[in-house]
């Protein structure tokens, strides 16, 4: 059955990577969420996707040279401001606590391809452990470093590769890197890729995708899932 993510929650028609986005996805009927994570200057994992602020809240500037409490101050209603007045930058931790009384898929996706957050992998796990979530956690990352170190930390969480371009034999590379799935733009994700990935017991969720056409091709593949910025859309679709 293949599994709806919505992508930063319904980040098509509301603030991506805020807890209005998690719910209405939720709402929607999404199998899950997907969400990213940056460490803050006092070294707290917050839910945001750019490195910088200045896209999706009303501040300037670096994640990692703001406190959790700066953070907080800024609104990040995004392009959503005639909707909301106010959304703010979640803490991970708020996150995992909602999702596990709702008991909905989450896949985190650390953010350190670009900035190496020291310490993130165990910090993130960290709060995974305090709120009992492994069996609903998905790992990704572009960093297959990163990977490959959550696998020493935690080999029974699942996770993925993501990646942009084609990759050989993809379902054996994500195995040898200590991952169990790949999560490929969708571009990448050919009829081949899936079905071959498939057969080698590896689950493959392709990201972003919005349109109807797409979405129907993946559900009549029997894709492991897929991410998108509309969950409501592609609930309706799969009924």
Known sequence: MTKIFGHRGSAGTHPENTMISFQQAFCDG????????????DGIPVVIHDEKVDRTTDGKGLVKDFTLKELKQLNAVYKFKKLYSHAEIPTLEEVLDWAARKQTLVNIELKNSIIPYSGMEEKVLELILKYDVENLVIFSSFN????ARLHT??????KAVLYMEGINKPWDYTKWVGAQGIHPYIKAATPTIIQRSKENGVPVRPF???????????????CAGFFTDYPKRAVLIKQ
């Not at 297959?144 to 990977?147: D, K, P, R």
């Not at 972003?208 to 029997?222: C, H, I, S």
């Open 30 to 41: 999404a199998d899950g969420i997907e969400l990213d994570v940056q460490l803050s200057k």
């Open 208 to 222: 972003t995708v919005n349109d109807e056409k797409t979405m129907l091709r993946l559900f009549k593949a029997e």
């Open 153 to 158: 930390l935690s080999p029974s969480i699942e």
């Open 144 to 147: 297959h470093f990163s990977i």
